[in-house]
């Protein structure tokens, strides 16, 4: 069975500008997941969906930071524009039921980003 | 908001020792996971514990959650060097709430 796929794995920006990351997650899993971990931290939730709808997305700048998951399928994670605390990993998870309750999240390898 | 401390935050341990490492959280939960993440890498599923008081096992690695529901312990027996990285516990207040993540647990082998 295929992962959670992420790309890019490295990218690194001036502060003002934008970037986009995307994630494909495992075949079949209803619930994607974004996360933020700054270095030396635990991951931090940016946004939850649900097939094609937001579930939480109560700690996502919104000012900054966009996300879709236009079909349902794979997602794009977007800052406009970075800033220097932006500089994190910034890691995908995937899991198979719809309400993502009490299910495994299965991580993707993650982008790193570095904002100078 | 949801507060989930472990501690401690770095364990060195030498190589054959056990340790144990702490997650607690502020509120009662409805279900605790632990990832593990390798230096560089991303975290993966170890184990949940939804009931109180469960205590379950994989080789040398025992958890264990509280009969409050507010905290569990990972224990790690005869430690090995692939045992290094961080211990991250993740808890849910309540089934379908998000998962909060704790700082994490680092931990370092002497062979």
């Known amino acids: 069975e295929a992962g959670v796929a992420q790309s890019p794995r490295y990218k690194i920006i001036e502060k003002r500008q934008s970037v986009a990351f995307w994630c494909n997650p495992i075949?079949?899993?209803?619930?994607l997941y974004w996360y933020q971990q700054i270095l030396g931290q635990g991951p931090k939730l940016l946004i939850q969906f649900q097939n094609n709808g937001v579930v939480d997305d109560s700690q996502l700048p919104k000012d900054r930071f966009s996300a879709e998951r236009l079909k349902g399928v794979d997602s794009t994670l977007k800052i406009q524009p970075a800033k220097l605390e932006d500089s994190a990993v910034y890691l995908c998870?995937?899991?198979?039921?719809?309400?993502?309750?009490?299910?495994?999240?299965?991580f993707g390898p993650g982008t790193r980003l570095t904002v100078l | 908001g949801q507060q989930v401390m472990q501690i401690p935050q770095y364990q060195h341990v030498q190589e054959g020792e056990d340790f144990t490492t702490y997650c607690n959280s502020s509120t009662t939960l409805s279900n605790i996971q632990w990832y593990k993440q390798r230096p560089g890498g991303h975290p993966v599923f170890l184990i949940q514990l939804v009931k109180s008081g469960e205590v379950k096992k994989q080789k040398r690695l025992t958890f264990q959650f509280g009969e409050a529901k507010k905290n569990s312990s990972l224990h790690i027996t005869a430690t090995q060097t692939t045992d290094v990285g961080t211990y991250f516990c993740a808890v849910r207040k309540a089934a379908g709430n998000k998962l909060t993540f704790g700082g994490g647990t680092r931990v370092l082998v002497k062979p």
């Open positions: 075949s079949g899993h209803a619930t």
């Open positions: 998870a995937s899991s198979f039921t719809a309400s993502g309750g009490t299910d495994t999240q299965y």
